[in-house]
């Protein structure tokens, strides 16, 4: 019960990752640095779950991931995004050491705003919002983390992620 729990929870998490995004006040000096078209180049994870069956506690544990076999672009024009592309997702939970599940992402194509605000980006998309910060940032390449949690309810069961992840891109 508990393998089937954490395959369903593990889609759902591929999810947050497809759909993250925030907003605040705008630095152009920033924003102009930001726009252009920005390549996925990696994406490496790490959180802890808990999962809910009817209120009771099924499993928690830790997780960590990474993003493989990457054709996912960013595109920053003005206060748009465009995110269009797929990528393998890995991941091995600790209840399951050296098994390592490994997920298509395909199509995942979206739309949203985006501002930045001093080492802030701020993204906003139907499904919701997110503030990522940015730990560097040159011409050609901006590493930002994110944090999220997302919790999912279907048919009497929820799950919770808590996550960062380390989002690599280059133009």
């Given at each position: 019960m508990k393998n089937t729990f954490t395959h369903f929870f593990f889609l759902i998490l591929c999810s947050v990752f497809l759909f993250s995004c925030g907003n605040d006040d705008n630095d152009p000096q920033?924003?102009?640095?930001?726009?252009?078209?920005?390549?996925?180049?990696?994406?490496?994870?790490?959180?802890?779950?808990?999962?809910?069956?009817?209120?009771?506690?099924?499993?928690?544990?830790?997780?960590?991931?990474?993003?493989?076999?990457?054709?996912?672009?960013?595109?920053?024009?003005?206060?748009?995004?465009?995110?269009?592309?797929?990528?393998?997702?890995?991941?091995?939970?600790?209840?399951?050491?050296?098994?390592?599940?490994?997920?298509?992402?395909?199509?995942?194509?979206?739309?949203?705003?985006?501002?930045?605000?001093g080492d802030k980006i701020y993204f906003q998309t139907l499904s919701g919002a997110e503030e990522a910060q940015i730990i560097s940032q040159t011409d050609n390449e901006l590493v930002f983390k994110m944090s999220s949690t997302m919790s999912q309810a279907a048919i009497g069961a929820e799950n919770v992620f808590e996550m960062d992840g380390v989002y690599v891109l280059n133009k």
């Open positions: 920033i924003t102009s640095e930001l726009e252009g078209v920005w390549s996925l180049k990696s994406m490496d994870y790490d959180g802890k779950y808990s999962a809910y069956q009817q209120g009771e506690l099924l499993d928690e544990g830790t997780f960590t991931g990474k993003a493989s076999e990457i054709s996912m672009t960013f595109e920053f024009k003005g206060d748009q995004l465009v995110a269009s592309g797929s990528f393998n997702m890995t991941m091995e939970y600790d209840l399951f050491p050296g098994v390592v599940y490994k997920v298509p992402v395909s199509g995942s194509n979206f739309t949203g705003t985006w501002e930045a605000n």
